[in-house]
């Protein structure tokens, strides 16, 4: 048996009796079903990349423009379905004692999965909150908050912090699991990036799923080189399901 075969079947026997398990995913999980990211040179919108229109400054110079463009984000992402790596996840709930979804995406796929408790870090998509008040938009209502402020795609932007209430109930929940996950994020994108070592320093098993190598690969217990959709999806199907999830197989982990 060499170091991975050991600490496979040490996942295995600490799945089997985990009780708080907590996941971050991350921009990997949402490209497995189609979702452009709109970065670099290869994501133009009407010549625009991302980080030239998900900015506050950008709301404020053309609000329009910036409408516009998430406009046509939404309408591109009721298109897409949710993968099987969303659909494991989603299983997942039912698996442990607590399950807890952190997630850096904002095309709210988890939810159309059937996840119920998911921390969204970046906010969702397919809502609008007041720039100024942070009242979110009721669906009767225009593009001005009561409060006389602009209402805005409820993400948060380049530049812009995290809620604090999200980092918050992420943080615990990652300090209080015994199994974390993480899987399809680069981890370098702060503070989402700290949340696997804070599971590590907490005492967790940690893997990571993600098809290229991280820089927190090294610190994971357990690493797998693969998308998600193809490594989480062993469904439970028995009565004995704490064991079964995520049914890795080891030929399938790469070395
Ligand atoms: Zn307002």
Redesign the pocket.
């Known amino acids: 048996m060499n170091v991975e075969d050991q600490n496979l079947a040490r996942y295995f026997e600490i799945a089997r009796s985990a009780r708080r398990c907590a996941v971050l995913t991350g921009a990997g999980v949402s490209a497995e079903s189609g979702v452009p990211t709109f970065r670099g040179e290869e994501g133009l919108w009407k010549h625009f990349r991302a980080e030239e229109l998900a900015t506050p400054e950008a709301f404020a110079r053309n609000p329009e423009l910036v409408r516009e463009w998430y406009e046509f984000r939404r309408s591109l992402i009721s298109e897409i379905e949710p993968n099987e790596g969303h659909r494991a996840l989603a299983d997942a709930e039912s698996v442990f004692e607590t399950f807890t979804l952190i997630t850096q995406n904002i095309d709210g796929l988890h939810a159309r999965a059937g996840s119920t408790n998911v921390i969204e870090l970046h906010g969702n998509i397919h809502g609008d909150r007041?720039n100024?008040?942070g009242?979110i938009r009721q669906d009767d209502e225009g593009l001005t908050?009561?409060?006389g402020?602009p209402f805005r795609p409820d993400v948060v932007w380049f530049g812009e912090q995290l809620p604090q209430e999200a980092i918050e109930r992420a943080h615990a929940a990652t300090v209080s699991a015994d199994l974390f996950f993480s899987i399809g994020t680069s981890t370098q994108v702060f503070p989402a990036a700290q949340l696997p070592y804070v599971a590590a320093d907490s005492g967790a098993f940690v893997v990571e799923v993600n098809p290229e190598e991280t820089p927190f690969t090294r610190h994971a217990d357990l690493s797998v080189r693969g998308p998600s959709g193809e490594w989480l999806p062993r469904r439970s199907t028995s009565s004995r399901r704490r064991a079964r999830w995520p049914r890795g197989e080891a030929s399938r982990i790469g070395r």
């Open positions: 007041c100024h008040c009242r908050c009561p409060c402020g």
